[in-house]
């Protein structure tokens, strides 16, 4: 089929210079959709076969020949010819020197530009479905966790300093919140992404009796497009899917950027599985945090992946301009560097071995007991909450210069800042009181957080 000068264009006339045909080819990045571009030209072959724009014949003969070109390149046995200049032309070209005429039919009442986008909207949806399930996995795992350590104990953090005492397991089920929203994201994307633009043709529809609900149904789509020259112009569904990933990836990398601080020795709030940190290669002490900082980095990456794809989109008259073309690069680097980043986190994840003793010993510095002091003046004392705030400020100053924590400090000394205070202050500075008092809906204490992760599993099976 593709002699020296390569596959032959679809659509004729004279030879592009070969600089200028290198430039224009799309086959390199858009052979990754030859599955959703025969499973197209399948349901496009039936439907012209059902309303008779082609003989029931000549439909059987390209749809058998189509699967049988399927098996080949999922087999290995045919590999895609990339002088093509896209995964479309290579399709049919190959079709047609198999079949000769009769595969020169299949291209009735249809042109690229539905054609390419049809393939692009099949191959996100499956995608989304894909990257919904790895949050999945990532969301149980984060919920594992917080089971299996929910006597962790550690300084929750504000502007990274030391603020109050929270279970590990509340800061866990933060991020489950998040990716949890991340894929009510995709949930929500997804009905603006399963459309068919099947049979929008060129860009005005066509003027043969096509029957587009009946491909939408063969190819799993929920519906049909409104609009022919909207559906071959619009690209806000790769806009809106790398946006959910580009929020996806925003959330791994805060996570990340807590793995890093917490595995520092700074912090050692946590050991990194061997198996998912590296060595380095002077310094043997060291185990590094290389597939956090990974994440980190390629967060960088999807960022630029939605700048890319909304400033390609921004100045373009309708319908389809080859400008477009450019959407495919940046969804696929969208979805796979996503994709690589979830399939490390949950395992990486699942085999961090938690230090409890060094979260603890954190919150016994810092004092971050300090607003329960305020609290107790308060609620116990009657003291108005911004005297208690001052008085506390003092008892707090004086403890820092003095080598003493509100645990330690005796009692004569406090009460040479307000004679209101009683032995009752330790109860109500112990950490694990602190903690557990907060027990407000969504706080940290335990019977909250249990609350929490009740909620989660639940979540967890819809
Ligand atoms: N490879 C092209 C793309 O991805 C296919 C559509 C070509 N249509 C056209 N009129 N040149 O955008």
């Not at 790769?238 to 805060?254: F, G, N, P, Q, Y």
């Amino acid at each position: 089929m593709a002699d020296k000068k390569g596959v032959p264009k679809i659509w004729g006339g004279v030879n592009l210079d070969h600089r200028a045909d290198k430039f224009n080819a799309s086959i390199n990045t858009d052979k990754k959709l030859w599955r959703e571009d025969i499973k197209g030209s399948i349901a496009h072959a039936t439907m012209l076969k059902s309303t008779g724009i082609i003989s029931d014949c000549d439909a059987d003969t390209i749809v058998l020949t189509l699967s049988t070109i399927y098996k080949e390149i999922d087999s290995g046995k045919l590999s895609i010819d990339t002088t093509a200049e896209d995964i479309h032309s290579f399709v049919e070209a190959t079709l047609i020197a198999r079949i000769g005429d009769i595969g020169k039919k299949l291209h009735v009442a249809r042109s690229r530009n539905d054609q390419t986008v049809t393939d692009l909207r099949l191959y996100v949806a499956g995608e989304i479905i894909k990257i919904k399930d790895a949050l999945t996995i990532l969301m149980k795992v984060l919920v594992n966790k917080a089971i299996e350590n929910l006597d962790a104990i550690m300084p929750g953090y504000t502007h990274l300093q030391r603020a109050q005492p929270v279970l590990f397991a509340q800061y866990l089920l933060a991020y489950f919140e998040m990716f949890y929203r991340d894929r009510d994201r995709l949930n929500d994307t997804f009905k603006r992404v399963n459309i068919s633009p099947l049979g929008a043709c060129a860009l005005a529809g066509t003027s043969f009796p096509i029957n587009r609900t009946y491909t939408a149904e063969l190819l799993k789509f929920d519906t049909v497009s409104r609009n022919s020259v909207d559906s071959v112009s619009d690209r806000d569904f790769v806009i809106e899917t790398i946006a959910d990933l580009a929020i996806v990836m925003m959330h791994i990398s805060r996570l990340s950027e807590e793995i890093i601080l917490w595995n520092s020795h700074e912090f050692k709030f946590i050991d990194l599985d061997e198996k998912f940190s590296t060595g380095s290669s002077i310094m043997p002490q060291k185990r590094n945090p290389d597939i956090a900082e990974l994440s980190r980095g390629k967060t960088g990456r999807v960022y630029g992946d939605l700048f890319a794809i909304l400033t390609v989109m921004k100045g373009l008259p309708l319908s389809y301009n080859k400008d477009m073309q450019e959407d495919k690069d940046i969804i696929f680097d969208a979805i796979d560097t996503t994709k690589a980043c979830l399939e490390v986190l949950s395992p990486m994840l699942e085999g961090l071995r938690i230090i409890k003793e060094n979260m603890l010993n954190a919150t016994e510095k810092g004092f971050i007991n300090a607003t329960d002091c305020a609290d107790y003046l308060t609620s116990c004392k009657g003291v108005p909450f911004r005297e208690a705030y001052d008085i506390t400020k003092k008892i707090v100053e004086y403890c820092s210069a003095n080598g003493f924590v509100l645990e330690s400090l005796p009692l004569e000394i406090y009460r040479t800042f307000s004679t209101l205070i009683d032995n009752d202050i330790y109860e109500a500075v112990n950490m694990l009181n602190c903690l557990n008092h907060r027990n407000s809906q969504g706080g940290t204490s335990k019977q909250s957080v249990k609350h929490q992760i009740d909620v989660a599993i639940e979540l967890l099976k819809t």
